[in-house]
Structure formats: C-alpha cells, structure tokens
Nanobody
Framework: QVQLVESGGGLVQPGGSLRLSCAAS????????MGWYRQDPGKPRELVAD???????NYATSVKGRFTISRDNAENTVYLQMNSLKPEDTAVYYC????????????WGQGTQVTVSS
C-alpha cells in the first residue's frame, strides 16, 4: 500500500521562500511521476509542477522562474522550492503520485496549506 507524507507548508511574507516535501512509501510499486498541484476554495485544482521518473519537469507558467521541483529517487521524495512567493500563490498544495502497481494508479497527499501574506 502506498502512502504519501507531505510537509513544509506555512505562513510566509510576500517575497519569501518555502520548501515543500512529499515522501512516498510502500512496496511493490514503480513511480512514473510525482508532482505538486494547488487549489483555492471554489476553484479547480491546478498543476504547479511535476517531474517524471526520468527527470523531465513541467511547470505552470505562473511559477516558472520562481519555483523549482526536484526529486530524490533513492528516497522516493519530491521537493518544491518556492521563491519570490506572491499572495496569489496562497492555496492548499497537494502532492500527486503516479505509479504502477499491476496497472497505472494515482494517489494524492492530504494537502498542506501555503499562505503568503504580510
């Protein structure tokens, strides 16, 4: 059974930085990709950034140049370094794991709140 543990959210002032982490654990699965999505109340969940098992990355236009996604394959952990944070980055951030265990599956983390405010 796969589990995800997210950490790193919190309150930060505009222009500040935060680092989110998401660790996948379990057995009998192979990771295809990991990524971060975010969601404001009343809005659809949107992609922030993702990274494939091969290291290919994809970013939302709104975060390019400010956020960096990286991955520790040995630890099955993905990180999101968020710099130059803006109030509009405020949202609940969710880790998404795409993996294969007999067939392709998706698993979401519980979410971590990021609030950018002075």
């Amino acid at each position: 059974q796969v589990q995800l543990v997210e950490s790193g959210g919190g309150l930060v002032q505009p222009g500040g930085s935060l680092r989110l982490s998401c660790a996948a654990s379990g057995s009998g699965f192979s990771i295809v990709s990991m990524g971060w999505y975010r969601q404001d109340p009343g809005k659809p969940r949107e992609l922030v950034a993702d990274i494939s098992s091969g290291g290919s990355t994809n970013y939302a236009t709104s975060v390019k140049g400010r956020f960096t996604i990286s991955r520790d394959n040995a630890e099955n952990t993905v990180y999101l370094q968020m710099n130059s944070l803006k109030p509009e980055d405020t949202a609940v951030y969710y880790c998404k794991l795409t993996y294969v265990a007999s067939y392709l599956k998706i698993y979401w983390g519980q979410g971590t709140q990021v609030t950018v405010s002075s």
